[in-house]
C-alpha cells in the first residue's frame, strides 16, 4: 500500500489521495494506483453506519488515527472518478473491481437523506450542486472548486446508475453556478459560496480568493478541453482572468486577492506561514487557462514551463498542494490529463 501526505499539515487527506490517483491511472501506472487505493479503503473508507461508503477526510499517517470522521465532498468525487478511469483503463479483472468499487460510494451516496446523523448526499438534489460537506449545515452550501462539470458527464456516460439525466443536469449546472460565481471583472470567486454563487461569510474566514479557488481556473480548462458545451462564456472566463492577472504583473501576483481584485485584509495562513506570495500552485492552473484562450507570446506557459518546485526564499515549501496543480497543469498542458474512455481489444 502507499499514501500521498500533505507535509506542511503532517496528515494524510482524501484530497491528495484521490488527485494521487488521478495521477496514476492518467500516467498508466496501475501499481501506484492500486497501493494508494488500498490504503486509502482500509484506513479511511467507512465500511458501515450512517457513513459507510464515504471517507473520513484527514488522518495522521504515524498513528493511523482519524482526525475526523467527517467527508470532504471533493475526495469522493475524484474517487468515483478515478476508479471509473480506471475500470475504462485496465478492466476489473485484474485484482480490484474498480467499478464494483465506484459503485459502492455512489450506491451509498443516494442512500444518504440526513435522516441518520444528518449525513447528506455529496450532492444537494434540490440544487444538483456538490456541497462543502455532506453533514448538517455544510450540506446547504458549497466550494466553486469542487463544480467538476466534467466530471458529471463522465458519471453519466459510465457509472450506469440509472441517474445519468441527472448527473448531465449536475454538469449544466456546474457550468451556470460558475457564470454566477466567476462574474466579476477579474473572474475571480471566493473559496466558498451559496448555492447562487454569492460569497458566503464563515466565522473563520473573511471571503476571499484564496488556496481552494486556484483550482478553478483548472477545473474550467479540463470542462473546455474535454466536452466543449460552454465555449463562449469560458474563453470570456479565461480571457478575463488572465488580463488581471496580468495587471498584477506575471511574476508578481499573488495567491489571495478579493473578488474585486484588491488584497484582502485577512491573509490565510499554510503551513505555520502567513504572507501572500507568488505561489506555483496558481502559476500552474492560470497556465492551464491557455488551453481555453492563447496568450499571443504563451506568457503563463512560459512561466509555468520556467518555474520550479523548490523552496520560496523565506524556506516555506509545499510540494504536496504546489506540486500536485503543478503536475496536473503540466499534464493538462501536455496532453497527458484526458478523458479515458474503455479499452478496446
Same mark, same amino acid.
Request: charged share 25%; aromatic share 18%; hydrophobic share 40%.
Given at each position: 500500500m502507499a499514501y500521498v501526505s500533505d507535509i506542511k499539515n503532517h496528515d494524510a487527506r482524501t484530497e491528495g489521495l484521490s488527485y494521487g490517483m488521478m495521477i496514476a491511472v492518467q500516467l498508466n501506472k496501475k501499481d501506484v494506483f492500486d497501493r494508494i487505493w488500498r490504503w486509502s479503503k482500509k484506513y479511511l473508507q467507512?465500511?458501515? !453506519? +450512517?457513513?459507510? !461508503?464515504?471517507?473520513?477526510?484527514? $488522518?495522521? +499517517?504515524?498513528?493511523?488515527?482519524?482526525?475526523?470522521?467527517g467527508t470532504a465532498s471533493d475526495g469522493e468525487l475524484y474517487f468515483i472518478t478515478d476508479l471509473l478511469f480506471a475500470s475504462n483503463r485496465w478492466g476489473n479483472n485484474t485484482g480490484i473491481?474498480?467499478?464494483?468499487? &465506484?459503485?459502492?460510494?455512489?450506491?451509498?451516496?443516494?442512500k444518504k437523506d440526513g435522516t441518520q446523523d444528518s449525513i447528506?448526499? =455529496?450532492i444537494n438534489p434540490e440544487h444538483k450542486q456538490i456541497v462543502f460537506t455532506p453533514e448538517a449545515r455544510n450540506y446547504n452550501f458549497t466550494d466553486p472548486s469542487y463544480q467538476l462539470p466534467a466530471f458529471?458527464?463522465?458519471? &453519466? $456516460?459510465? %457509472? @450506469?446508475?440509472?441517474?445519468?439525466?441527472?448527473? =448531465?443536469?449536475?454538469?449544466?449546472? &456546474? #457550468?451556470?453556478?460558475?457564470?454566477?460565481?466567476? %462574474? /466579476?471583472p477579474t473572474a475571480l470567486n471566493t473559496d466558498l459560496t451559496d448555492f447562487n454563487g454569492q460569497p458566503l461569510q464563515t466565522r473563520w474566514m473573511q471571503p476571499a480568493f484564496r488556496y481552494d479557488s486556484w483550482r478553478v481556473p483548472m477545473n474550467i480548462a479540463m470542462d473546455y478541453n474535454w466536452f466543449g458545451k460552454d465555449k463562449s462564456w469560458q474563453q470570456d472566463? %479565461?480571457? #478575463?482572468?488572465?488580463?488581471?492577472?496580468?495587471? @498584477?504583473? $506575471?511574476d508578481r501576483f499573488v495567491d489571495q486577492y478579493n473578488p474585486? !481584485?484588491?488584497? +484582502?485584509?485577512? $491573509?490565510?495562513?499554510?503551513? !505555520?506561514?502567513?504572507k501572500l506570495r507568488h505561489s506555483l500552485g496558481l502559476v500552474a492552473t492560470? /497556465?492551464?487557462t491557455e488551453m481555453i484562450y492563447k496568450d499571443d507570446d504563451f506568457a503563463f506557459v512560459n512561466a509555468l514551463w520556467n518555474a520550479k518546485l523548490q523552496p520560496y526564499q523565506d524556506g516555506y515549501f509545499d510540494p504536496y498542494y504546489d506540486g500536485l496543480l503543478y503536475l496536473f497543469s503540466l499534464m493538462h498542458l501536455s496532453g497527458k490529463y484526458q478523458l479515458i474512455q474503455p479499452h478496446k481489444n
Open positions: 467507512h465500511p458501515d !453506519g +450512517p457513513r459507510e !461508503g464515504y471517507f473520513a477526510w484527514s $488522518i495522521n +499517517p504515524q498513528t493511523m488515527k482519524k482526525n475526523s470522521e473491481d474498480y467499478y464494483q468499487e &465506484a459503485r459502492f460510494i455512489l450506491d451509498n451516496m443516494w447528506f448526499n =455529496i458529471f458527464e463522465v458519471w &453519466a $456516460i459510465y %457509472a @450506469k446508475d440509472g441517474h445519468e439525466q441527472f448527473y =448531465i443536469d449536475c454538469a449544466d449546472t &456546474a #457550468r451556470a453556478f460558475l457564470h454566477r460565481a466567476c %462574474a /466579476a472566463y %479565461a480571457k #478575463r482572468f488572465q488580463n488581471f492577472l496580468k495587471s @498584477k504583473g $506575471i474585486d !481584485g484588491s488584497q +484582502p485584509d485577512f $491573509i490565510l495562513p499554510a503551513g !505555520g506561514y502567513k492560470a /497556465a492551464s
